[in-house]
């Protein structure tokens, strides 16, 4: 599976967009990229996956650069629950092995 | 009940106890997922099975022991722990087929003295 780089943190202000960012450029063709989050002390929460179309979902937009090499998590109007370590993994759709990085510390702040 | 519950929720337990944790999905999956989460570590897959039949052991030492009796119920099962065996563990299912979409239980926080 192709490794993924995210940044360690960022910050969102309540009811902005929270766009965070993920770069798997050395991901395959067959492989799709995985969104989730887990907040405090809960279990992981899947959010979103897609390979190379742009994705939408009552939770969230996934946006995929067309050479594949990147993506980005869009959270349409952050609120102080959105909250969460977010993880973006890359994977082949039928392994179930999850490869879980350190992932993104969002703080959404009033 | 709905999606995957975990019992206990907590745990404490000595090195020479011998204790289960219990995971149950209700969501029609036939895979499911053992991980550990240790404090600043990111989550270790522990355990595979699908179809009720171990796929994977991601070289788990043999004092963790799973058992998956059906496809709604997976166990872990715990003897001679030792003190960095403290951690979260979570259990997952999927569909087979769709492997890497996967939905998690809360966690069996585990202290082990």
């Known amino acids: 599976d192709a490794k993924t780089t995210q940044p360690t943190s960022m910050d969102c202000a309540e009811g902005r967009a929270a766009n965070l960012p993920c770069n798997h450029s050395?991901?395959?063709?067959?492989?799709?990229v995985y969104w989730y989050r887990q907040i405090h002390s809960q279990g992981p929460q899947y959010i979103i996956h897609?390979?190379?179309n742009n994705e939408t979902n009552e939770m969230a937009s996934l946006i995929i650069t067309e050479d594949r090499k990147s993506s980005t998590l869009i959270l349409p109007h952050a609120t102080l629950r959105d909250t969460a370590v977010y993880y973006c993994?890359?994977?082949?759709?039928?392994?179930?092995?999850?490869?879980f990085g350190q992932g993104t510390t969002l703080q959404v702040k009033p | 009940e709905t999606g995957v519950t975990q019992t206990p929720r907590h745990l404490v337990m000595g090195m020479t106890n011998k204790k289960s944790l219990k995971c149950e999905q209700h969501?029609?999956?036939?895979?499911m997922y053992w991980y550990k989460q240790s404090a600043k570590k990111p989550l270790e897959l522990m355990f595979v099975?699908?179809?009720?039949?171990?796929?994977e052991n991601n070289s788990v030492p043999s004092r963790f022991s799973p058992e998956c009796p059906n496809s709604s119920h997976l166990f872990l099962h715990l003897h001679t722990l030792q003190p960095e065996d403290s951690a979260l563990y979570l259990c997952?299912?999927?569909?087979?087929?769709?492997?890497?979409?996967?939905?998690f239980g809360p966690g069996t926080r585990l202290l082990v003295l």
């Open positions: 997952a299912s999927s569909q087979q087929g769709a492997g890497e979409t996967q939905y």
């Open positions: 050395t991901i395959s063709g067959n492989e799709y």
């Open positions: 897609g390979l190379k």
């Open positions: 993994i890359s994977g082949s759709g039928n392994t179930g092995k999850l490869i």
């Open positions: 969501l029609g999956h036939n895979a």
């Open positions: 099975y699908s179809l009720e039949e171990r796929v």
